[in-house]
């Protein structure tokens, strides 16, 4: 199942029934799982893991050195999961200080020419369209979405069940269930379609646009906006004030 062509390093652990097509290249210490189909003319650099039943089309460049300025040749490290795809021209960067790791979940669909730059940590279930990007640092939760050609700013983070839409910027953190769109990126609203696919219920859709005309449409700051949502008690209103309590770069206004 590998093909004559394919460069091997020695090093590389490579399950049995792993398919590596023609002139693709493992380098060393990379370890990919059973199942995992790699194409043609793919390079896998390590220190990295594959997970399970992983689908690498042609031309993707995964685990490669971050491009950050400051990495001085120290191991770092790239982690992926399981059943994730990820299609043509992706790039996917290993961490930048020493032993520091850019880890990718499972269950993920990445688009032709994603770029996932150093020190990422992606969740789960998450689909990024063509030409989405990240830079350094940055936290992408569950079930997010991101449009083509849509890019996020270091540090930043978006929370689990957003949708970024075409063409925007993130320069600041996506709260969980909010949508937004532009350069840079403002809130459109709660990403309803999305939450309604995945099974939430009316109920709970009723207390998210309640916490979103909060922090967003009666004029309060974010300061008293969380006064306001602390008074609410379903997990998802106290996921979302955990998300923006915690951030360090505030959130998308």
Known sequence: MIHQTAIIDPSAKIASNVHIGPYSIIGADVEI???????????INGPSKIG????????ASVGEVTQD???????????????????????FHRGTALDTVTRIGSDNLFMAYVHIAHDCQVGNHVVFSNNASLAGHVTIE??????????VFQF???GAHAFISTNSVVIKDVPPFVKVSGYYAKPYGLNSVGLQRRGFSEEVLAELRQAYKIIYRNGLTVAKALEELQKMTSPEITRLV???ESSSSGIVR
């Not at 300025?69 to 790039?91: A, H, M, P, Q, S």
């Not at 569950?142 to 890019?151: M, Q």
Request: with cysteine.
């Open 33 to 43: 799982a059973e199942g995992t189909w790699i194409g043609p003319h793919v390079v």
């Open 52 to 59: 399970r039943d992983n689908k690498i089309y042609q031309f």
């Open 69 to 91: 300025l400051k990495f001085k040749g120290e191991r770092t490290y790239l982690e992926v999961g399981d059943r994730n795809v990820i299609r043509e021209f992706c790039t």
């Open 142 to 151: 569950d079930h997010v979405i991101l449009g083509g050609f849509s890019g």
């Open 156 to 158: 930043c983070r978006v």
């Open 242 to 244: 955990e998300f923006i």
